[in-house]
């Protein structure tokens, strides 16, 4: 990862450390940073967007405590293995709306719920587009 | 050999750097310092803001006993400021306002003549630094523009290798380019060597970027002295409807401005307490709130 994909905004109302452990997680879930890629040091973090190097070890280490990252000897910080899937029942959450929504939309058109839960898992086994 | 065993007493120093009580100052009847008291602990970063003439280089004057205060006293690492010995003197870096001319003096000449009181001295840096600002060394103090008199004032005070770097107003001259530079400089300096700061500016989104802490001096008074992060961290603006507003009838704990809002009822800035729970107020139906960046809340306090 290079220290340019964070976005630093002094004048906000949010403390910089938050800013930085927000888009780290962020670019952990979204897989923009796979698990094991190394982060930049918390040197060329500083040095980039000219900020206390305190902040960025402040974030570090609590996206450590969280599990997130991980401190690797020699090698600095890198995504952990467990920080990519959030737990079942958020992933469930995450989707229970548009669920809810289909299944309103089926019964306006009176679809038989057969049908269309073999729709589904047709379109599930395909390759997306 | 001097310069570490220096060094290594240093590092048992748990006195803070640099600490002022109750200083009280006045010019011709104005009072300038209002009973300010104030202690930066080591390492930390402080960021000190105030609109011009709040009394921000008087403080930092007082505070490195350059000039003596009507009462309250300074110390640094405690010893008091307007008895420094040559040894604290040594690990200190100022940079005033005002850098004192030396005019007929020429670059090079001015920094090694200073260079010479300094065991840590760091010349390569010093080299380095001229060479990178494209100062040369031949050219007389007296022809530099203001934003190179301040270049060469900031090299001056770093080149030392200051375990306490005190800098007042020092991106006033310098253009954008610059002064990025010198808040990486600050920060670096800070983060990687441990050196305590201070300084004072009124550009919050520069204290924003490097300071670990801040403090808000208005018409002498020090209004404000807090760790950056927590101080984002406690203030909410709320809006309060005029139904709800109409039934508020003592100040809300923590609070530290009420005005009118625009559009009806009122807008209330507060600050809460390191661990003290948001007001019951924020769970009232109607009441919005918002954290505010740190300008904003400097204009609530000050207000």
Known sequence: MDASLLSIQPNAAEPLYRQITGQIRRLVAGGVLRPGETLPSVRDVAGLHAINPMTVSKAYSQLEAEGVLLRLRGKGMVVADLAAPPDLATRWALIDPALDALARQARELELPADALLDRLKTRLTEDPQ | ?303
């Open chain 2, 1 to 303: 050999m001097n310069a570490m065993l220096e060094r290594s007493l240093s590092a048992f120093d748990t006195t803070a750097p640099l600490a002022a009580d109750g200083l009280i100052k006045q010019y011709d009847h104005r009072s300038v310092l209002r009973d300010v008291s104030l202690a930066i602990e080591p390492g930390a970063v402080l960021g000190l803001i105030g609109r011009n003439g709040a009394g921000k280089s008087t403080l930092i004057r007082a505070m490195l006993g350059l000039i003596e205060p009507d009462a309250g006293h300074a110390t640094v690492w405690g010893v008091p400021a307007l008895r420094l010995t040559d040894a604290i003197k040594q690990r200190l870096g100022y940079v005033p306002q005002q850098p004192e001319a030396m005019a007929w003096l020429q670059v090079g000449e001015m920094l090694d003549f200073i260079g010479r009181f300094y065991p840590r001295w760091d010349a390569p840096y010093v080299d380095a630094t001229l060479e990178r600002w494209q100062l040369p060394r031949n050219r007389l103090l007296a022809k530099l523009s203001p934003g190179e008199r301040q270049r060469v004032a900031i090299l001056r005070a770093l080149a030392p290798r200051p375990e306490l770097l005190v800098l007042d107003e020092p991106a006033s001259a310098l253009d954008p380019v610059g002064r990025r530079e010198l808040l990486r400089e600050i920060a670096s300096r800070a983060g990687e060597s441990g050196t305590t700061v201070l300084f004072s500016t009124h550009i919050v989104s520069d204290l924003e970027r490097v300071a670990s802490h801040v403090a808000f001096l208005h018409e002498g008074q020090l209004l404000l002295h807090s760790e950056l992060d927590s101080l984002k961290e406690r203030n909410l603006r709320l809006h309060v409807p005029e139904s709800v507003a109409a039934q508020l009838r003592e100040d809300v704990p923590g609070e530290v401005s009420r005005r009118p809002h625009p559009y009806g009822g009122l807008s209330i800035t507060v600050l809460r307490g390191e661990d003290t729970p948001w007001p019951d107020l924020l769970q009232v139906p109607g009441v919005r709130a918002e954290a505010l960046p740190l300008e904003d809340l400097f204009i609530e306090v000050s207000a």
